[in-house]
Nanobody, 115 residues
Framework: QVQLVESGGGLVQAGGSLRLSCTAS????????MGWYRQAPGIQRELVAE???????HYADSVKGRFTISRDNAKNTVHLQMNSPKPEDTAVYYC?????????WGQGTQVTVSS
């Protein structure tokens, strides 16, 4: 089994900064992509950013230039640095990891951006 534990969510003012972290544990041999998705009320879950074990990254257009994803392979941890967040970034943020071809999800952490 694979467990993903997220931390760092909360309330932030627009233009501020917030950092999310997610640590994977359990049977994580062969872990590959790790990433962040988000889901706002009434909206389908969407990709925010993802990073491979080799460090290749991919961002949603809406967060390019503002959010940065990074990864510590030794600690099986992925971070999402959120700079200059906007009210429309308000959502529940979920960590995802792909381990030997299977997707695993964290429980989600709420991020609320006030204007």
């Amino acid at each position: 089994q694979v467990q993903l534990v997220e931390s760092g969510g909360g309330l932030v003012q627009a233009g501020g900064s917030l950092r999310l972290s997610c640590t994977a544990s359990g049977s994580i041999f062969g872990i590959n992509e790790m990433g962040w998705y988000r889901q706002a009320p009434g909206i389908q879950r969407e990709l925010v950013a993802e990073i491979t074990s080799g460090g290749s990254t991919h961002y949603a257009d809406s967060v390019k230039g503002r959010f940065t994803i990074s990864r510590d392979n030794a600690k099986n941890t992925v971070h999402l640095q959120m700079n200059s967040p906007k009210p429309e970034d308000t959502a529940v943020y979920y960590c995802r990891a792909v381990v030997r071809g299977l997707s695993y999800w964290g429980q989600g952490t709420q991020v609320t951006v006030s204007s």
